[in-house]
């Protein structure tokens, strides 16, 4: 069984910064892709960025050049660095782990970006 859980949202002024973290429970972690998902208001939940088990990364457009995601194996965490931040940035964060055509979710946290 695996549970995520994510923390790290809050309220940002546009050009802020946030640091999310994703943190797992259990062994899979360490052999996981890992991935940042958002969802805004009315909108269906959408793709950020991944990370790969062995550190390979990849990202949406709209994240490119101003997020960054990363893992540390040891803390069983994965991290969303995000600056530059913008309203159209606002919506709940998920994480995913991925593994074995089995996914798990966390429970989600709220980035508001607003002045």
């Known amino acids: 069984q695996v549970q995520l859980v994510e923390s790290g949202g809050g309220l940002v002024q546009p050009g802020g910064s946030l640091r999310l973290s994703c943190a797992a429970s259990?062994?899979?972690?360490?052999?996981?892709?890992m991935g940042w998902y958002r969802q805004a208001p009315g909108k269906q939940r959408e793709l950020v960025a991944t990370?790969?088990?062995?550190?390979?990364?990849n990202y949406t457009d709209s994240a490119k050049g101003r997020f960054t995601i990363s893992r540390a194996n040891f803390q069983n965490t994965v991290f969303l660095q995000m600056n530059s931040l913008k309203p159209e940035d606002t919506a709940v964060y998920y994480c995913?782990?991925?593994?074995?055509?089995?996914?798990?979710w966390g429970k989600g946290t709220l980035v508001t970006v607003s002045s």
């Open positions: 990370i790969s088990s062995v550190g390979n990364t």
């Open positions: 995913r782990l991925s593994r074995g055509g089995m996914d798990y």
């Open positions: 259990g062994s899979l972690f360490r052999t996981s892709a």
